[in-house]
């Protein structure tokens, strides 16, 4: 049973656009939620994560928002850079991380 | 680097043949994972140890054994494995319980044939 729900599955956007991706929990246990960016040939490293308690955080051009009360979270990425072109994971912690599928995301020059 | 390393990179392995996939960290963490990546999956969690007891398995098969002998190295034993068990096979480390950062190594790229 897929315990985080990711969406979309892929993404294009052009340099410059603010590309989101969400994601969807139900066990209201989870108390970290990152996410991890992932390039081809490496593991995934993460990017940026936030804790229950807090509603939004922002590192650089990436920010979290984060809805309790709709169990939902999602990752803004302001403007986007062809660099940026990798995969996207949200990931939801009790004592392991569990991942959603994945978002594919292509940044156009 | 992340601090969590992985040996071998790549495998090619039969499907009768044994091999051993190796993880090793040290960053003081007292949780070790083993998930597997599929080209149309998610990342799914294999195995979890914490002080190098086994918490968790996922209804891996058994054709996968692992293995933690202290709290910085863990194995993936490999047995007659299947070609659909060809995948990328990611180690990380953490504070069991913590909610903060997971460390992943590269993965090793297993190809069975």
């Known amino acids: 049973q897929q315990q985080v729900k990711q969406s979309p599955q892929s993404l294009i956007v052009q340099k410059g656009g603010i590309p989101i991706i969400n994601c969807a929990y139900e066990?209201?246990?989870?108390?970290?939620f990152p996410w991890y960016q992932q390039f081809p040939g490496k593991g995934p490293a993460l990017l940026i994560a936030i804790r229950p308690d807090v509603s939004e955080k922002k590192e650089g051009r990436f920010t979290i928002s984060f809805n309790k009360s709709a169990k939902q979270f999602s990752l803004h990425i302001m403007d986007s850079q062809p660099g940026d072109s990798a995969t996207y994971f949200c990931?939801?912690?009790?004592?392991?991380?569990?991942f959603g599928k994945g978002t594919s995301l292509l940044v156009t020059p | 680097e992340t601090g969590v390393t992985q040996t071998p990179r790549h495998l090619v392995m039969g499907m009768t043949n044994k091999k051993s996939l190796k993880c090793e960290q040290h960053l003081g963490h007292n949780a070790m994972y083993w998930y597997k990546q599929s080209a149309k999956k998610p990342l799914e969690l294999m195995f979890v140890y914490s002080l190098e007891e086994r918490v968790e398995n996922n209804s891996v098969p058994s054709r996968f054994s692992p293995e933690c002998p202290n709290s910085s190295h863990l194995f993936l034993h490999l047995h007659t494995l299947q070609p659909e068990d060809s995948a990328l096979y990611l180690c990380?480390?953490?504070?069991?319980?913590?909610?903060?950062?997971?460390?992943f190594g590269q993965g090793t790229r297993l190809t069975v044939v």
């Open positions: 066990n209201t246990a989870f108390d970290y």
């Open positions: 990931a939801a912690n009790l004592y392991a991380l569990n």
């Open positions: 990380a480390s953490k504070t069991y319980r913590g909610n903060t950062e997971a460390f």
